[in-house]
């Protein structure tokens, strides 16, 4: 069975920083390319970032709107997905999922940032 399992969210001010992590099992993790998505308040579920797996250098896309703040990365012995968020905005508020591919579509059950002062 796969399972992603998110970890790392919280209420942050605007500037902060917040570290997330995702724990995956029930698949081989090191053939997958993996992203994060996230869901604003009301609002549909929106890619984020992906990185490809090792055999493609582990490569990084990311959406035009976190780029330079958002960094993705893997461990590919331990099987977990990392997003480390700076320099976060009011926008950056939802519940941020750890996913197999960049629609979400196979999710875990997320971890809310919230943004606030």
């Known amino acids: 069975e796969v399972q992603l399992v998110e970890s790392g969210g919280g209420l942050v001010q605007p500037g902060g920083s917040l570290s997330l992590s995702c724990a995956a099992s029930?698949?081989?993790?090191?053939?997958?390319?993996m992203s994060w998505v996230r869901q604003a308040p009301g609002k549909g579920l929106e890619w984020v970032a992906t990185?490809?797996?090792?055999?493609?250098?582990?490569?990084?896309m990311y959406r035009s709107s976190v780029k330079g703040r958002f960094t993705i990365s893997r461990d590919d012995d331990k099987n977990t997905l990392d997003l480390q968020l700076n320099n976060l905005g009011t926008n950056d508020t939802g519940i941020y999922y750890c996913?197999?591919?960049?629609?979400?579509?196979?999710r875990g059950q997320g971890t809310q940032v919230v943004v606030s002062s």
């Open positions: 990185i490809n797996n090792p055999d493609v250098g582990r490569t990084t």
């Open positions: 996913a197999r591919d960049p629609k979400g579509r196979q």
């Open positions: 029930g698949f081989d993790f090191r053939n997958y390319a």
